[in-house]
């Protein structure tokens, strides 16, 4: 399957598993692997910094950060081919949310959980290479929360928001309850502006918000401040 002419997500996804079995990692029937075995952050300071994997140069405290993967997709796929490389650098750093390429809702559902199971297995692999993940909660349509079975409960869990459509809809908060009702998380890393819809269903269900600067907001502020 190509979602992007320079990556074949069939042998990516081979390959990733293949590297996952022999770290000890089950690979589950479905492709995805069970990830519920290693240790996850269950808080996060409120002083961290968030930088994109991209800018992750620009980082002050390499060890109060934590890099994420809320990029544009064509850069998360060229991340794909050189992943040995990208988990050097992330060692750096004191955390990494989860790999992140978007499982579009107008995409199928073949196609959906095509780009999930690269997200999980790209988790496994930093996991088993010692890296803190932050899982993301990122799924598609409500037919692939399933994919957040990969992860124990009660964990913190990174929530991308940065240019998403800020309209909440009821769909939109059924699909925000059923990730709530599987991940049960102790703590939601915002980065972007998050919908005042699932800030209210997060605060409804308990779970603390800890607000984190997108990078864009950051440069137009410093830039508004030096004028």
């Known amino acids: 399957m190509r979602i992007h002419r320079h990556i074949n997500f069939f042998k990516v996804a081979e390959h990733f598993q293949e590297l996952l079995h022999d770290s000890g990692v089950r690979i589950k029937n479905d492709g995805f692997p069970d990830l519920t075995d290693f240790d996850y952050p269950k808080s996060i300071p409120h002083d961290v910094e968030m930088w994109p994997y991209s800018k992750r140069n620009q980082a002050q405290k390499p060890r109060n950060t934590i890099i994420n993967f809320f990029e544009a997709d064509p850069i998360l796929y060229a991340d794909l081919n050189t992943i040995d490389k990208v988990i050097c650098n992330l060692a750096l750093y004191r ?65 991308g928001a940065l240019g998403c459509n800020q309209r909440y809809t009821s769909y939109g908060q059924l699909l925000t309850a059923t990730k709530l009702a599987l991940c049960e998380p102790t703590q939601v890393i915002s980065y972007g502006k998050m919908s005042a819809g699932d800030r209210e269903l997060f605060y409804s269900w308990g779970v603390p918000v800890l607000d984190i600067p997108d990078y864009q907001t950051r440069c137009r502020k410093k830039a508004a401040e030096r004028k």
């Open 95 to 159: 955390y990494a949310t989860g790999f992140d390429i978007s499982p579009c809702l107008n995409f199928n559902i073949e196609a959906q959980q095509a780009a999930l199971v690269i997200n999980a297995l790209t988790n496994g692999i930093m996991l088993s290479r010692g890296i803190a993940v932050i899982p993301t909660l990122r799924t598609g349509s409500i037919e692939t929360t399933s994919y957040l079975n990969c992860y124990p409960k009660h964990i913190c869990y990174a929530f």
